[in-house]
Every structure is written in structure tokens, then in C-alpha cells.
């Protein structure tokens, strides 16, 4: 406790030694640091918005992903973020002395479901960070039903000053019922994600000839996580695909995640090869690389099918309506914000597995009413925008300034 004080001390009059400088600096903790496009979209608009705040902006991460690109300064934090330890905790405190603000992503991590001590390793981050005087802000986030108790604790127990975020109605009712202490309501970082042009990429290619012979385009998105967890969720693509793809349409395939070996990417290049050649050739599998992409191609297509929820929100925040298989409790709050609880819209993942065929038949429906869905999500879109853009407001306002690039990354 001793040496954890000492370097709240002498870090704090570190930075307040540099403010000559004229630099604000802010850190972005990241939920992840590769492999999944949510993440790195929320992260992407968490750089950009605290430029727009004036901010220069280093990310608690590697270098080394190129989705991850473009942030001012890069401090690797995965030995203490994997494995702790006050030595590896002590470091990072000292290469962070310079930064003024700190945001972290909640994101889906912030109730402890995946990786408890990850999760308290970033808020005993967040926390020190605010102890010593920087604006400290939790990012929209999720939160389950039952989260894990040790993770409330801590999140409880973070400094008053510490500005939480919840990213739907949902998350934030559970937030403030367990941990008594106020919740600001915003939306999702995904949905001011940008879109980068990219009309000539193979895929919008693809698009184009599908629709000059009349077909339309599903995006469909395949969580390898269910696929773990929900027997026969894999095998239910095959016939989904086929009777899709028999009612005239083509389908662009999207992985989401590459965490794994065994990713999006490789169950969805299953499901295409147990089709037949000619549907094969009705569909189109994209790279997994930058959100900006992946979110262009789905502004192309006319539904997304999905049960991976950042898929969903990179839809509809272009008027593209989704069709989601649920987990962690997590669409829910989402489908509140948009104002799509009774669109029949949202299906258990054994919905999937019981009746492929009838759940092709109720994505053909909402196809059917593709316009009246997206004229419904287009007009909820400038509110939801405003939410997503309170995310920075209180909690992250440039206040302080702080070190030199080659400072705060050494």
C-alpha cells in the first residue's frame, strides 16, 4: 500500500510538472485488444471523440493490430492485465504518469461473465487513475442479470469521482440496483462508428452482380461461442443458408471475432462448404479486418442475421435491421433503445437449432418488411447518436494536460 501511495504521489506531480507542455492527454482502456470488430469500433470511436475533445490519445494495448491503428501512443499492458502483480501494476502507473483522463470500454466485460480478474485488473487501473486526480469515466456497457459478485464489489467500491455508463435501459436498471451509485443512460460507441468507403472491394462487387440478377443480400454473422455452448447452433446454418438462398436471395458472410482458431471466420467457411456448389456461389465470405469496412458491407445489404450483437448494431446503425440469437442477456437492452421489443426480431439460439426452415421463414418476413423496419431504425438513429455521444459528456472533459508523446509511451 505503501509503494502503491508513493507512486500516486510522485506521478501526480510528475504530470502536473509537464502541463506546460499545452498537451492533454486521455488513455483508452480497450475491452480486448484483438481479434473482435465490436471492440476495436467502440474503441476506434473512443480515440476519435476524445480528439474531438482535444485530447491526444494513447491506448493500453500493443501496436501490433492493424484494426487498432492510429492512437498517438501505445503502453502494452497484457503481463499485468493476464497476470498482475504489483511489479507489472507499478510499471504501468509510472508510464501513464502523464495522462490526464482515462475512459475505459465496458463494453460486454464489465459484470465479470468472461474474465473476472481481467476486469478488476482495469478498474484497479481506473481507480488509481482517478485517486490521483484524472477524470475517470466507464464507457456504455452491459451488464447481465447475474453478474459476478466480485466484479459488483469492486465496481462499488470505485472512487465517487469514477463517471459510470450504462449502453441501454436494461444494463442501467441492473447497474444501479446492485452497485448504489448513480448510472448515466447512453448507447453504444458502436453506432458512431464510421463507414470507409470501399465500393470496389470484392465484396461490394458481389453485391452488385447479386442484385443485377434481382436477388437480395442477407448478411449472415455466426457467434463460435454458441457454437461451443449450443449443440446443433452450427449445423442449424446449413438449412437456414440453403432454404434463404432457394428463395432467391445470396447471402454475404461476416465473422465478427478471430480470438480463437476456431473463430466466426472458420464456422461460417463450414457452413459455406456443406452447400451445394451452385448455393456456394450465391455467397460471399469478407474479411474480418477493419470496422469501417465490415460495416459498409453490411449498409449494403438489405438484413443482417446475427448472433453476434456488434454485428448488429454496425446494421442497423445504417437503417439495416437485424435479426438476432441472443446471449448474455445482452440485446435485449438494445432492442428497448431502438424501440424493436415487439418486431419479433430477437430469438433464442435453440430457436435456430428447433426449427432452421421456420426461422428462414420468419427472416423472409422481416425481409419482406425490410423498408418499414429501416424507416423505423433511421428515424430512432439521431437519438440513439445523441446517447452514443454522451458517453463523453461529464466524465471525460479535457481538464488537464500532461506529457509528451514520447513520454507517456517509453
Not at 46 to 52: G, S
Not at 277 to 282: A, D, N, Y
Not at 326 to 337: A, H, I, N, S, V
Request: charged share 20%; with cysteine; net charge neutral.
Amino acid at each position: 500500500m505503501m509503494q502503491d501511495r508513493a507512486i500516486e504521489l510522485i506521478s501526480r506531480g510528475v504530470g502536473a510538472m509537464h502541463r506546460a507542455s499545452g498537451e492533454r492527454w486521455a488513455l483508452v482502456i480497450p475491452a480486448s485488444t484483438h481479434g473482435s470488430l465490436g471492440d476495436a469500433a467502440m474503441t476506434i470511436v473512443a480515440r476519435d471523440q476524445l480528439r474531438e475533445a482535444g485530447h491526444k490519445v494513447c491506448l493500453l494495448a500493443d501496436d501490433t493490430w492493424p484494426a487498432l491503428s492510429g492512437f498517438d501512443a501505445y503502453v502494452p499492458a497484457d503481463d499485468y492485465l493476464f497476470h498482475g502483480g504489483r511489479r507489472t501494476f507499478l510499471e504501468l502507473m509510472w508510464r501513464t504518469r502523464g495522462i490526464g483522463t482515462v475512459a475505459l470500454v465496458g463494453a460486454d466485460i464489465l459484470d465479470g461473465i468472461y474474465n473476472p480478474n481481467s476486469v478488476l485488473r482495469r478498474l484497479k487501473i481506473v481507480a488509481a487513475l482517478a485517486r490521483r486526480g484524472s477524470p475517470a469515466t466507464i464507457l456504455g456497457s452491459s451488464f447481465n442479470a447475474a453478474p459476478n459478485p466480485v466484479c459488483v464489489a469492486a465496481l462499488a467500491a470505485l472512487p465517487r469521482q469514477v463517471t459510470l455508463k450504462a449502453r441501454d435501459p436494461v444494463s442501467r436498471e441492473r447497474m444501479a440496483s446492485r452497485l448504489g451509485r448513480p448510472i448515466d443512460l447512453v448507447a453504444d460507441l458502436a453506432f458512431l462508428c464510421p463507414v470507409e468507403p470501399g465500393t470496389d472491394s470484392p465484396a461490394h462487387r458481389f453485391i452488385a452482380a447479386e442484385r443485377a440478377e434481382g436477388r437480395r443480400i442477407v448478411a449472415l454473422t455466426a457467434n463460435f461461442s454458441l457454437a461451443h455452448k449450443v449443440e446443433g447452433f452450427e449445423a442449424a446454418h446449413v438449412p437456414l443458408a440453403k432454404a434463404l438462398i432457394g428463395a432467391g436471395h445470396s447471402i454475404v458472410m461476416v465473422p465478427h471475432d478471430t480470438r480463437r482458431n476456431d473463430s466466426d471466420e472458420a464456422v461460417l467457411r463450414r457452413v459455406a462448404e456443406a452447400l451445394e456448389p451452385e448455393e456456394r456461389s450465391r455467397i460471399h465470405v469478407i474479411a474480418p479486418d477493419f470496422p469501417g469496412r465490415v460495416k459498409a458491407v453490411l449498409a449494403a445489404s438489405d438484413i443482417s442475421v446475427t448472433s453476434r450483437m456488434h454485428a448488429a448494431i454496425l446494421a442497423m446503425g445504417t437503417g439495416v435491421p437485424a435479426y438476432c440469437f441472443d446471449y448474455q442477456g445482452k440485446f435485449e437492452g438494445l432492442f428497448t433503445l431502438l424501440g424493436l421489443t415487439g418486431e419479433d426480431l430477437l430469438h433464442a439460439p435453440e430457436a435456430l437449432v428447433a426449427d432452421p426452415e421456420g426461422t428462414a421463414r420468419r427472416v423472409l418476413a422481416k425481409l419482406a418488411e425490410r423498408d418499414r423496419l429501416s424507416a423505423h431504425i433511421a428515424a430512432r438513429l439521431p437519438e440513439i447518436r445523441a446517447l452514443s455521444r454522451a458517453n463523453f459528456r461529464a466524465g471525460t472533459a479535457p481538464t488537464s494536460t500532461a506529457v509528451p508523446p514520447a513520454a507517456v509511451a517509453a
